[in-house]
């Protein structure tokens, strides 16, 4: 029984407490909002240049809809009732809420559900202007005026007189659309604190919210200073035939609309409409001020008329301005987020890196993750992710962060106070990890690399590279790798790669690579030059090939370096066809460059340009190109050696290419490498590995050149076991291309 009769009164309690609430609210706000309307007493009556009864009638819907009702229709009648007889009283209040339960349910079907919601949103800017702002107080004047002709309400009143189409009845019109417009804002912030006191910091937090980041107390203080002065000098003018303090009120008057203009984009629409109603309040309440009594109802129609249309304007603005920047600030909190995954992305792993003053990076490899996609589909990946993140952010501490990166692999920024022991904890909860996937377990292999790194931290992604790197080595170990180089060495390092891409790629721009020629000798007696390009240093100095091509690989520029040489190298033939007219030549071609489909054709067309003839031209690959599309290779050599150049591979031996590799392809030369040449006289093994190759050569009808020989014993021994061409200090030192003015010759191989 006890129960049933809590049930039954808990919510009729609450219900009338909110009742309630309401009618303690419209008794308290509409005497207020009387007290706070700027009025002034005519012949004809009263008139309001601003009217806020009809504003708080507003605010209290807004908060409490249709039960604010009963508190309006008593607070309106309580007000009048001690001055008016009973009847006019009721009379009056019912000419009030006829046209706000008109106004109210056209708004309230317009906007559905979202009738009460604050204001300031843009997408209820429109509704509220047409149903509260404009047909409110049309619907309130047409009823009264109707109401004061039938004789039921004496004119004297105010807001309406027997003759409709006066100046008095068009600002008192103005009046009550100014009041509802702005300071409805006004009484809803007043309402909503005094029925919960704790929205003084929702409101603090919209100010916050809303203002520009850049704000400084200077900025604030100049500007609040201004109002407050340009408020002054409007209240306190005296007005006589001084031409000096009649452009004094009517100059500051124009004033105001810069500075309340440059709130709105700074500070913000709730801040700036509590701060405009406030100073449009005591304004009109000193009307005295401002407005020429020689022509007081024009003067006062035209006021009101332009306070209006400036409060709409400023209103809009600063709406516009706030969520133009709520909406910014909302965009750059989801641009540190994947979108798929929904983890912090790299970049907001760059900004909370720069936060701390040491961290631990901690970089998690997944492997076998593009197999598992494949059979299982994508969704699978984004789950993998999300769960292994699941399963580590409790080791995690609130500032410690797991940031997805491009691929399949994670990054942990880690406290480095006792880091080593959570990165032993991580490693054991990644190893008992495990994805249920249609009741199968999934368990691909985990590697797990980190570092210490300390600020500034410049070259992250090269830095996160190198992670990644050693993250391989632990997929194979199984265990937590360390990167052992000291990490101002390693940002050394990396400083030191950029600086070089600068260097080659300025070097690419300006044409500051030097040709260098070193020759390689036959047999026979013919003799070629192969053409390398070398890059001179800020100092003068050529920096070695071994230094500065493997960044030329990795930064995908072998394509722009091996046509500047091959521009440069048959410009040089051009230039000197009559001191070097049967000069040939090697040029070395990166697999990359091979690879593009538009460059047979733009060889050809350089060679059409610079009059070279195809047999001059000894195109060295690298051997690297036969480990991709063998068929693709194959296409290009042959379309290379139709066209009449001779094709070489370089460097066979030493990288991965079998003989059945070479067993499938096509040309002409095939180089020994040096690290077999180098030994050879007292290694056996690199001495059978060299007559192998040479045997295969003769049968393939290739010729052999032998790279690094050193001594004239390696080159006899060389030319007994049947190499072509010999190229090494031996044989001649590298030297730059414009040098080179003997002319040499060349037997076709």
């Not at 230094?547 to 990795?554: A, C, D, G, I, K």
């Not at 991709?628 to 990288?655: E, H, P, T």
């Not at 006899?716 to 002319?743: F, I, K, N, T």
Request: charged share 20%; aromatic share 10%.
């Amino acid at each position: 029984m006890a129960r049933l009769s809590k049930k039954l009164i808990t919510p009729n309690g609450s219900s009338c407490r909110r009742w309630g609430i309401s009618l303690l609210c419209a008794l308290a706000i509409i005497p207020l909002a009387s007290w706070l309307s700027a009025m002034l007493l005519l012949d004809d009556g009263r008139t309001y240049l601003l009217y806020l009864p009809l504003a708080a009638c507003v605010a209290l819907l807004m908060i409490f809809d249709w039960r604010a009702l009963p508190g309006i229709a008593l607070a309106l009648f309580l007000r009048d009732f001690f001055d008016l007889e009973a009847k006019t009283s009721l009379i009056l209040t019912l000419v009030y809420l006829l046209p706000l339960c008109l106004a109210w349910a056209g708004y309230r079907f317009h906007t559905r559900r979202r009738a009460t919601a604050s204001f300031g949103l843009l997408y209820h800017s429109f509704p509220r202007l047409i149903w509260l702002v404009i047909i409110l107080p049309t619907l309130f004047i047409i009823i009264l005026q109707m109401v004061v002709e039938s004789g039921r309400l004496p004119d004297y009143l105010g807001l309406a007189d027997k003759n409709v189409m006066t100046l008095r009845t068009l600002i008192n019109y103005q009046g009550i659309m100014l009041g509802i417009s702005l300071c409805g804002h006004l009484f809803y912030m007043l309402l909503r604190v005094a029925c919960k006191p704790s929205y003084w910091r929702v409101l603090w937090q919209k100010f916050t919210r809303q203002r520009a980041v850049d704000i400084q107390v200077t900025e604030f203080i100049l500007w609040a200073s201004t109002l407050v002065l340009l408020v002054i000098l409007l209240c306190t003018r005296s007005l006589h035939d001084d031409p000096a303090d009649m452009l004094l009120g009517d100059y500051t008057l124009t004033l105001l609309l810069p500075v309340m203009l440059l709130g709105a984009k700074r500070y913000g629409y709730h801040f700036i409409t509590l701060v405009w109603s406030i100073a449009l309040i005591i304004l009109f309440k000193h009307y005295q001020g401002f407005v020429d009594n020689s022509d007081l109802l024009n003067h006062l129609t035209f006021i009101s008329a332009l306070m209006f249309g400036f409060t709409l304007c400023l209103l809009l603005v600063s709406a516009s301005a706030s969520r133009e920047r709520i909406l910014m600030r909302k965009v750059s909190q989801l641009a540190l987020l994947d979108p798929v995954v929904g983890l912090a992305n790299l970049r907001a792993f760059s900004r909370d890196v720069k936060l701390f003053p040491r961290s631990v990076l901690c970089f998690v490899r997944v492997a076998q993750m593009d197999v598992l996609s494949k059979n299982y589909g994508m969704r699978l990946r984004i789950q993998f992710k999300q769960q292994l993140v699941f399963a580590l952010r409790p080791y995690l501490q609130p500032d410690e962060g797991i940031y997805h990166l491009p691929g399949h692999d994670l990054v942990l920024r880690l406290n480095p106070e006792g880091a080593q022991d959570k990165l032993e904890q991580l490693q054991q909860c990644i190893k008992n990890f495990r994805l249920i996937w249609n009741g199968l377990p999934v368990h691909p292999n985990i590697g797990l690399a980190w570092c210490l790194i300390y600020p500034p931290v410049v070259h992250l992604h090269s830095l996160l590279g190198e992670l990644s790197g050693i993250a391989e080595v632990s997929l194979v170990t199984g265990e937590l790798e360390h990167k052992k180089s000291e990490y101002s060495q390693m940002q050394a390092d990396i400083e030191t790669k950029v600086e070089l891409l600068h260097l080659i790629q300025r070097a690419l721009d300006e044409d500051r690579f030097v040709l260098l020629a070193q020759p390689i000798n036959g047999v026979r007696g013919d003799t070629y030059q192969e053409i390398v390009p070398s890059l001179l240093g800020n100092d003068g100095r050529s920096i070695p090939d071994d230094l500065f091509l493997p960044v030329v690989q990795e930064f995908g520029l072998d394509y722009q370096l091996d046509i500047w040489v091959i521009k440069q190298a048959l410009a040089y033939i051009d230039r000197q066809r009559a001191q070097l007219p049967s000069m040939r030549i090697a040029l070395k071609i990166s697999s990359s460059t091979l690879y593009r489909p538009s460059f047979c054709q733009e060889f050809k067309l350089l060679m059409t340009q610079h009059q070279v003839e195809p047999y001059q031209i000894l195109l060295e690959m690298k051997e690297s190109c036969l480990l991709q599309d063998i068929s693709y290779v194959m296409k290009a050599f042959r379309n290379l050696r139709q066209f009449g150049c001779r094709i070489a591979l370089d460097g066979f031996g030493k990288g991965y290419t079998t003989y059945d590799r070479l067993k499938q392809v096509e040309a002409d030369v095939i180089k020994v490498d040096g690290s077999f040449v180098r030994h050879m006289l007292t290694d056996a093994l690199d001495k059978c590995v060299i007559t192998s190759i040479c045997q295969v050569a003769r049968v393939k009808r290739m010729a052999v050149v032998a790279e690094q020989v050193d001594s004239e014993e390696q080159q006899e021994a060389l030319r007994q076991m049947g190499v072509d061409y010999m190229q090494g200090e031996w044989v001649g030192q590298r030297q730059p291309l414009s040098q080179l003015l003997v002319p040499e010759t060349w037997v076709n191989p």
